[in-house]
């Protein structure tokens, strides 16, 4: 059995900035409200024409975290990304990227798992690795909420954002990389956060907008009493299964759902808010993305060092949950 370790990473977000105060204009809502309740201050939402479709963000993530990494991309055996918002119901996202990345030799496929998508994704190429099926392998959460946003619906459309995230995993040929990942579903409760049928116009502000004939419904209030437990629990677990506490952990890199979501957790597991990354005030809640864009501008602004051992944590519709613990063994400095 081989390690995965990641040994680049990579993110792009579109350039259009959507700030709480421009949905004051679309719903019945205030920059007050939605910074208080959930943390958010701008999301980034993707533009039609602007070469801004998932593939698009997930290609050009993936170029940068191949660049760190230093591995041309016809040195990668898979891909995988983790999306509720492909652009088209079929060929896979991984596909469209494989082809604008000329990985010629990767095997291409997405996969469905809520918020959780990134982790799940990860926990594949993980075991492809162990095994000896894959050497390096491109793992992807890329994410156009806007295109699923219902822009009448003021509870959801105000927490919503774009943009894709990537890592570079290869096999380790030490004892660094991901230590153990754990996953989680619970489908009898998918009714709390599913994809709906129509599609409300979309505002004059958002013109430029492309939306899809169905658009994402929410019921915020018990999906956060179980967002926090299932977080919380699987944190423990994966903790516990490395024979870890609290204290050795140097980062916690968070599924970006709501801030309060985050703080609860953090209370929870004993570990201050000053070691939890966030991002959310910038970019929302980019479901599968959220945690490859975080772990990527956490490892650019120098905040992780080899050694450092990292918790990876999501929660999403599915219901759908995991966490994944890392030994971190990139220096990019
Ligand atoms: O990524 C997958 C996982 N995602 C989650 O787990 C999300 C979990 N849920 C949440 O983050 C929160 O429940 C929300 C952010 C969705 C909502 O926050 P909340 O503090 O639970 O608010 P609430 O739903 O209890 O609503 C409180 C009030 C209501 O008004 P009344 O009934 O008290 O008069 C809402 O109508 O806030 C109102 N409200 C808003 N007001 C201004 C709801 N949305 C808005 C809004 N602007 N955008």
């Not at 350039?15 to 421009?22: E, F, G, H, S, Y």
């Not at 801030?259 to 959310?280: C, D, F, G």
């Not at 809640?285 to 956490?298: K, V, Y």
Request: one cysteine or more.
């Amino acid at each position: 059995m081989f390690r995965a370790r990641i040994i680049g990473t990579g993110s792009t977000t579109p350039k259009r900035i959507l700030t709480n105060v421009d949905l004051e204009k679309i719903v019945d809502t205030s920059d007050e409200w939605i910074t208080r309740r959930t943390g958010i201050k701008e999301r980034r939402i993707a533009q039609k024409g602007a070469g801004e479709n998932a593939f698009d963000l997930a290609a050009d993530a993936s170029l940068k975290a191949l660049e760190m990494a230093k591995v041309s991309p016809d040195e990668l055996d898979l891909i995988i990304v983790g999306t509720i918002t492909p652009d088209r119901q079929f060929p896979a996202v991984a596909c469209l990227v494989q082809n604008k990345i000329n990985a010629d030799n990767a095997n291409a496929f997405d996969i469905s798992a809520g918020c959780s998508g990134f982790l799940y994704a990860l926990s594949i190429a993980e075991n492809a690795i162990a095994v000896g099926s894959c050497k390096k392998a491109l793992v992807i959460g890329a994410e156009r909420l806007s295109s699923v946003a219902n822009w009448q619906d003021r509870s959801t459309c105000v927490l919503l954002g774009d943009g894709a995230g990537v890592v570079v995993l290869s096999q380790a040929d030490d004892d660094n990389g991901i230590l153990s990942t754990h996953l989680g579903s619970d489908g009898r409760c998918w009714e709390l956060l599913y994809s709906e049928e129509g599609n409300p116009d979309p505002p004059k502000i958002l013109d430029a907008f492309e939306g899809k004939p169905y658009y994402l419904a929410m019921e915020g209030n018990k999906l956060f009493k179980k967002a926090v437990r299932h977080l919380a629990d699987v944190a423990t677990k994966a903790l516990e299964h490395n024979n870890l506490s609290a204290s050795d952990i140097k980062l916690v890199v968070p599924h970006q759902a709501n801030i309060r979501i985050i703080q609860a957790l953090a209370e929870k597991i004993s570990i201050p808010m000053e070691k939890v990354y966030t991002n959310i005030h910038k970019y929302g809640n980019t479901s599968s993305a959220s945690i490859p864009i975080a772990l990527d501008e956490a490892n650019r602004e120098g905040l992780l060092k080899p050694g450092d051992i990292i918790l990876l944590v999501t929660f999403g519709a599915g219901l759908t949950w995991g966490a994944s613990v890392v030994r971190w063994s990139l220096d990019i400095f």
